[in-house]
Every structure is written in C-alpha cells, then in structure tokens.
C-alpha cells in the first residue's frame, strides 16, 4: 500500500493539519481505547532540526509502543516535538471548529509490525501514527517540564480522541499518517511557551513559529471515539 505523493487519479490528497469540525465528525463505536506504554528510559536525546527541537527515542525494540485505537498493528515511539506560532494567540497545527490552541505536541510513532524500519514505514499510507495534543495556556505544567521522564503522564485517564488519515506537516509532507488527535488539551504557562521561540535553525535566527496552514479536508471523514 504505497503513499500517494501527489493528488494522482486514484487518491485525493490526504494532507495535514486540517479544522476539526467536531459537529461532523461520526462517531465510531469499533474504535477501541488507545493503549499507550512508554518507557521513559528509551529517550535518547534532544536535537535541533531547524525548524523545531525533537526528542528522539530508541526504537530498536517495541519498548515504547502505541496500539489499539484506529490502529490495526503496533507502532513503536521514535520521537515527539511541538509546534508553536509567533504569539499566544496561534500556534497549533490542527485547529478545532475555528479554534486555534498556542502550541501542539506531536508523538511520532512507526509501524514496526509491519515494516523493518522508520525509513520503510514513511512509504507506506499507514506506515505512521501520530498523537496530537493541544495546549493551552495555562498553570505551568510541571510534566512539560521535565516529559522526558514523565512522558507517561501525558496520557490523560479519559483519552477521548479524533481520527482521521493524514499527512507529516513538514516536508516531505508524506500521506503516510494515522492522526490520534486527543481531545483533551494539556497546559503550559505562556512563559514555558516563550522559551520554544528562543530557540535558533542554522541560520541562528530566532524559530519564533513552524505551525503549518490548514489543509483541505477533501473528502475525508474525521472519526470520534466517543459521542
Ligand atoms: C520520508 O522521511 C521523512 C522523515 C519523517 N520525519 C520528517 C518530518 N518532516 C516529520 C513531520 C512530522 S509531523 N509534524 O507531521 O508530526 S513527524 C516527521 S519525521 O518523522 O521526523
Ligand atoms: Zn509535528
């Protein structure tokens, strides 16, 4: 099952971010609760990619494994990042009925059930699946602060979430991704914010956003877990 890189006669393009338009979406009594196991002990680093910072995991092994969901294989942690905008007011890639949050979290994952490595996976339409989380402003929030070690308690108890079949938002942009977007958002205090835009690409300017533009949803059907 290839990726359709471009809006080719058999597949319309499948891009992201897209506007959660929360009264369309259907909601799917089959979608399964996420399960989600984290060993902490699998980050590796944080690396400057230029437009953003990654924490990047060891995924040699399926320690750090999301499964269940809409997803129909496991997928194993690779790295997590965020994306943010010059201001409070925006910065978030998927935006709910109109709504823009500040910033987003994005967990990447691969399907190492079915392919040998990242590389191979981002060939393929569900060679990915990627968590989305919200934030907004608010107490700062002590786990941000230290998620390395705590990325476990990202997981929020009622992991109510939207799904829908997507793209990476940076180049190359692939349309390999299954989208978990959770749809309860987490804080972190404008000031925790502010240090995301102190950081510097190659260039040593300041990346004061990386949010990209809304894409057309086509003829896509975004799915709920819950009513
Ligand atoms: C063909 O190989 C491409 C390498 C894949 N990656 C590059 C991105 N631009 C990218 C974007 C991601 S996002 N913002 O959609 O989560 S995750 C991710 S990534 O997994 O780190
Ligand atoms: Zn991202």
């Not at 609760?33 to 924490?55: A, E, M, W």
């Not at 010059?86 to 709504?99: F, N, P």
């Not at 399907?111 to 907004?136: C, M, P, W």
Request: hydrophobic residues 30%; aromatic residues 8%.
């Amino acid at each position: 099952m290839g990726v359709c890189t471009s809006s080719t006669a058999q597949c319309l393009p499948r891009q992201s971010p897209i506007d959660i338009q929360t009264r369309r979406a259907k909601y799917d009594s089959s979608l399964k609760p996420l399960f989600i196991q984290y060993d902490p002990n699998t980050s590796k680093r944080i690396i400057n990619v230029g437009h953003c910072f990654n924490v990047e995991f060891d995924d040699s092994s399926d320690r750090s494994v999301l499964s269940e969901g809409p997803l129909t294989s496991h997928y194993r942690l690779r790295q997590f990042h965020f994306h943010w905008g010059t201001s409070d007011r925006d910065g978030s890639e998927h935006v709910i009925d109109g709504q823009t949050y500040p910033a987003e979290l994005h967990i990447v994952h691969w399907n190492s059930q079915r392919y040998s490595s990242f590389e191979e996976a981002t060939k393929h339409s569900d060679g990915l699946a990627v968590i989305g989380v919200l934030l907004k402003i608010g107490e700062p929030n002590p786990v941000l602060q230290n998620i390395i070690d705590n990325l476990d308690k990202v997981k929020t108890k009622e992991r109510t979430y939207w799904t829908y079949l997507g793209s990476l938002t940076t180049s190359p942009y692939s349309e390999c991704v299954t989208w978990v977007l959770l749809q309860e958002a987490i804080t972190i205090s404008s000031e925790q914010l502010q240090h995301f835009r102190g950081l510097q690409n190659e260039d040593e300017e300041f990346i004061l956003e990386n949010h990209r533009p809304l894409q057309p949803i086509e003829k896509r059907l975004v799915k709920s877990s819950c009513k």
